[in-house]
């Protein structure tokens, strides 16, 4: 609780999210990495938007993209074989 309570200091000081996640029990593991896809996503197109290379057209219209971050089967099937990876039956 005291180095959770220190991290969330510390990230606030630097202007960053504070994520508690754990890799014991997957909470928040997921939604962490699409954070960081979306974060990523949304400062290359920020990037692409305000390089001076770009269009004047395409950076008055504010073409608006959106992601989809969806599992593949591969991932689910990897996933479930996991699951069991650390039982103590």
Known sequence: AKIEQTARIVAKRVNAE???LSSLTGSNVE??????ACVTYQTLIRQQLNSPNTSTDRVKTKTQLAV???PTNDY???QTSKDNCCSTV
């Open 31 to 36: 939604e962490f990495f699409k954070r960081i």
């Open 18 to 20: 504070f994520w508690s």
């Open 68 to 70: 989809s971050l969806v």
């Open 76 to 78: 689910i099937s990897k």
